[in-house]
């Protein structure tokens, strides 16, 4: 993506004459031709930028200031860029390595604008921070610019602005055809390239232990399992609803593994991929880790781990310690190294290995022993076993009771084993020396008080309280009982949770109660959790602009967006009722029936039980009925730039309702079959599968990307098929 940028630089070189005095309406972009790669790109960047935003203006990328220039904008630091140190000398700001620098100067009697930092990642986001300044938003797709240029003002700038949490975290790949597990390696591009314009700085690969990432061998067993979305398949050929969406493919498939079969093809194109995720991020100036289970395995690995047991999960892929084997257990911690050592040598460079305790631990047979080896280790005080189970009951999180004793219970375990297995310190260094950072995720909320004492030496933390931004707000409290300022600490904010499902969702008001939380504890960041990206943009604008300003509230964030780019004051204010709206709904769902739509099979069917339709249900409906209305009302009232998206989410607004409606048939369906009443049984299906086919249609109509294309397949397999499967037995038997 850099390649353009020598050529971008040299078009002026030092000793020509390069302008003529009276040249004021061009502006010259100055950066120095040995500054890292990065600051280059965003010398670029900004050149780019100031030709679509302002009017009769020539812009100039070089590296020397003409004597003749009237206007000026430097790019870098004192350091990297000889010009800056001689146009500002000793008032170069104190800032750290994240801090951005916007600074009007003159020079040489020439209207001059320092845009940079200390850093080269610093000076690309300066870059975009004049951009939102001057009226650009950075959306999830796309940028959007002004509608009219404007004239080019390069005084009044003295801005030094330092992050409020210096970690902002974006995690891919994931686990469902819904999420970017399915985008191929130029969607994750497009994708990164606008993340590094809201500044996040940070990347998480989150790889599960069947899919096709890496490749090892232990104990005579290599491994074989190499798949995506839990081993699913999606036929998008034939009888397939809203096939158009798929050009003529007969199975939906992440495009870079297009027709890739067996585990040794498989994991070779998944490494290729991975790597070109990563050296993408790191173009960027992100940061890069892998987040993986250790204690995981794929199920070929039974063989290798006697004892072991079939993991709780989706179509069981994968396997769990058992009973026999303990948190000292040899041969178990053989495995976890030979695992750990394949994924760094595969992925040389990473700053980060994020190692996830399971979600569904099902090691507790060992907590009391372990709490004892923990105890003997570190100075754990007067707390007890089963003080900390008491605590994990009485919570009122999902994990409770005996669930919450079962989660409690197997950190424990894990922990202890990690405590063991990290004693040896070359297991997290890389091949060329370096260290990688280790980062344990999801502790049990009941041990956040001991954090420091329980975790292995220099270990860092990522937090999962609970599944939706909703209920960890609602338990805010757990937050001040992490020791942030002792070890470094990230939490993760759900901006769409798998479980509440497909539907449309925000968590806008949690999230700035969460982030309000976080700069107030003095937390290091935060990590994003999702699946399809659609509804996004408003909560990863707010998070990308409340990691920098201390008191940013989510509707100022939201009207700062909405109101920047309809050039409409009073079509945000509809927008952000509607907006209101789907917050509510995604609340009822969240606290009625958490796995509503979660995308796996029996997703529609599960309502085909002779139930009494919840009350819930109607008053969802409504607020998706509203957001949809005051999305539409809109559209016909504000700038261009914005209808695309706009219409986009009032279409998928629009899905919502039928989709509802398909659910309330079939539920209607199941009551009727059970009061024998065939007619009306029959009746109800078809009114369920006529709504479903046109909730289908109705996303395929505004299908923009592989998500949008995976909610297809989904709908085709999970609800449409099977649901048809029923009607058509029905009308048969009839």
């Known amino acids: 993506m ?46 780019g930028q100031f030709r679509r935003l302002f009017q009769n203006v020539e812009v100039v990328a070089t590296n020397k200031v003409p004597a003749a220039a009237k206007q000026i904008v430097f790019i870098g630091s004192p350091a990297t860029n000889p010009a800056i140190k001689q146009a500002v000398g000793s008032k170069w700001p104190k800032v750290s390595d994240q801090g951005i620098v916007l600074k009007s100067v003159q020079a040489s009697g020439a209207h001059a604008l320092v845009v940079g930092g200390d850093t080269p990642e610093a000076t690309l986001w300066a870059v975009y921070e004049l951009g939102q300044r001057f009226g650009v938003r950075y959306m999830l797709r796309e940028d959007i610019f002004p509608l009219e ?6 005084s009044g700038f003295d801005v030094t602005l330092e992050p409020q949490l210096r970690t902002r975290t974006w995690r891919t790949i994931n686990d469902f055809c819904i999420g970017p597990e399915s985008w191929g390696l130029g969607d994750h591009k497009k994708f990164l390239g606008q993340l590094a314009k809201l500044k996040y700085n940070d990347l998480m690969l989150s790889i599960y232990p069947w899919q096709p990432f890496v490749d090892y061998e ?16 999606f036929r998008v050929d034939g009888d397939t609803v809203g096939k158009k969406a798929f050009g003529g493919a007969k199975v939906f498939e992440n495009p870079d593994f297009a027709g890739k079969t067996g585990h040794d093809e498989l994991t070779a194109v998944g490494i290729k991929h991975a790597r070109g995720i990563i050296a993408e991020a790191r173009k960027l100036g992100m940061t ?12 070929e690995f039974q063989a290798a781990l006697p004892g072991s047991q079939v993991a709780t999960g989706l179509n069981q892929l994968t396997i769990l310690p ?43 047979q060992h907590a009391q022993p372990a709490w004892k080896q923990l105890s003997a280790q570190r100075d754990l005080g007067d707390v007890t076993l089963d003080q900390l189970i008491a605590t994990a009951r009485d919570r009122k999180l999902i994990a409770s009771g005996k669930r919450g004793e079962q989660a409690l219970k197997g950190n424990v375990v894990a922990l202890a084993f990690l405590n063991n297995l990290f004693k040896d310190e070359s297991l997290l260094t890389r091949a060329d020396g370096g260290r990688v950072e280790l980062v344990v995720t999801g502790v049990d909320p009941a041990l956040f008080p001991l954090l420091d004492r329980v975790l292995p030496a220099g270990a860092a933390t990522l937090h999962f309280i609970d599944y939706t931004a909703r209920r960890v707000a609602e338990h805010k409290e757990l937050l001040a009982l992490v020791p942030a300022k002792i070890v470094r600490s990230q939490l993760i904010l759900t901006l769409a949770d798998d479980n509440v499902g497909i539907l449309p969702q925000s968590s806008l008001g949690s999230l700035g109660t969460l982030m309000d939380e976080l700069k107030t504890l003095g937390w290091d960041g935060f990590s994003t959790r999702y699946w399809i990206p659609a509804e996004l943009d408003s909560s990863v604008h707010f998070l990308a602009q409340s990691a920098w300003h201390a008191d940013l509230t989510p509707k100022d964030s939201y009207f700062d967006l909405w109101e920047t780019i309809t050039d409409n004051k009073s079509a945000t204010q509809r927008m952000w009722l509607g907006e209101q ?17 979660f995308p796996v099979k029996g997703m529609l069917m599960k309502h085909y039980r002779a139930d009494k339709l919840p009350d819930w249900w109607q008053e969802a409906n409504d607020h998706y009925t509203q957001m949809m209305i005051e999305l539409y009302r ?28 398909a659910v309330k048939a079939t539920r209607e369906a199941a009551i009727a079959k059970k009061n024998g009443d ?24 505004v299908a923009t990307d592989q998500s949008d294309r995976g909610l297809i397949a989904v709908l085709n397999e999970f609800a449409y098929r099977p649901l048809l499967a029923e009607f058509e037995k029905l009308l048969d038997a009839e």
């Open 2 to 47: 850099f390649r353009h940028v020598a050529v971008a630089l040299l078009i002026l070189v030092a000793g020509q004459s390069i302008a003529h005095a009276s040249d004021v309406n061009r502006v010259y972009v100055v950066s120095d031709f040995k500054a890292p790669e990065l600051e280059r790109f965003a010398a670029t960047e900004l050149a």
């Open 149 to 154: 240029k404007q004239p080019l003002k390069l």
């Open 218 to 233: 232990f104990g005579g067993v290599k491994k074989q399992t190499a798949t995506q979305w839990f081993g699913d398949r």
């Open 288 to 299: 890069v880790g892998i987040s993986i289970s250790p204690l995981e395995f794929p199920r």
């Open 322 to 364: 058992g009973a026999k084997q303990g948190p000292n257990d040899k041969r178990l911690k053989q495995a976890v190294k030979a695992k750990i050592r394949a994924y760094l040598q595969t992925y040389p460079g990473i700053e980060k290995l994020y190692l996830t305790l399971p979600e569904f631990p099902e090691w507790d």
């Open 581 to 597: 709206h789907l917050q509510q709904a995604t609340a009822l769902i969240d606290k009625n029936d958490i796995g509503f739509t």
């Open 634 to 661: 809109v559209n016909g009232s504000i700038d261009p730039r914005a209808t695309k998206i706009t219409f986009y989410y009032a279409k998928r607004g629009e899905y919502v309702l039928t989709y509802l409606a």
């Open 678 to 701: 065939t007619e009306k049984t029959i009746e109800h299906l078809e009114t369920a599968v006529e709504a479903m086919y046109d909730t289908i249609t109705t996303v395929a109509d």
